[in-house]
């Protein structure tokens, strides 16, 4: 039986497109660099075939730069950010988003500074949105 399709980047996936929303458009050398900058390395045909297959899934674009493709993320990084919340909201949390935020305060465990600016984001999110 096939697994079905998953509507959000998978970790590999999503540290990919971290690489290209950050650089912009980038062969797979440029992202391989990027990645391998940080806490494992990994093979240039392991990138390039994730890459491909992230192409045919419609997460990048694809376009000929000489011998090489340059690849770019085909969504901005806060609609795909939101999608992956909005499915972690609904299928986690069954919708509630008091049940969420009070999870990611336990866990993240947020300093003075860091409350504040949340507070911040809610006051600005009632204006905005007239609550």
């Given at each position: 039986?096939?697994?079905?399709?998953?509507?959000?980047?998978?970790t590999g996936?999503?540290?990919?497109?971290?690489?290209?929303?950050?650089?912009?458009?980038?062969?797979?050398?440029?992202v391989?660099?990027?990645?391998n900058?940080?806490?494992?390395?990994?093979?240039?045909?392991?990138?390039?075939?994730?890459?491909?297959?992230?192409?045919?899934?419609?997460?990048?674009d694809?376009e000929?730069?000489?011998?090489?493709?340059?690849?770019?993320?085909?969504?901005p990084?806060?609609?795909t950010?939101?999608g992956?919340?909005s499915?972690?909201?609904?299928?986690?949390f069954?919708g509630?988003?008091?049940?969420?935020?009070?999870?990611?305060?336990?866990?993240?465990k947020?300093?003075?500074?860091?409350?504040?600016?949340?507070?911040k984001?809610l006051?600005?999110?009632?204006?905005?949105?007239?609550?």
């Amino acid at each position: 039986m096939a697994r079905p399709k998953q509507e959000t980047p998978t970790t590999g996936e999503l540290e990919v497109l971290k690489v290209l929303w950050k650089r912009g458009p980038s062969t797979v050398r440029e992202v391989l660099e990027e990645l391998n900058n940080q806490e494992r390395t990994r093979a240039y045909t392991s990138v390039m075939s994730l890459m491909n297959v992230m192409a045919d899934k419609g997460l990048l674009d694809r376009e000929p730069l000489g011998r090489a493709f340059q690849y770019s993320a085909r969504r901005p990084q806060e609609k795909t950010l939101g999608g992956i919340v909005s499915d972690i909201l609904g299928r986690v949390f069954e919708g509630s988003a008091p049940s969420l935020v009070a999870h990611l305060l336990e866990e993240s465990k947020p300093n003075a500074v860091e409350l504040e600016e949340i507070r911040k984001a809610l006051e600005l999110y009632e204006e905005e949105n007239h609550v």
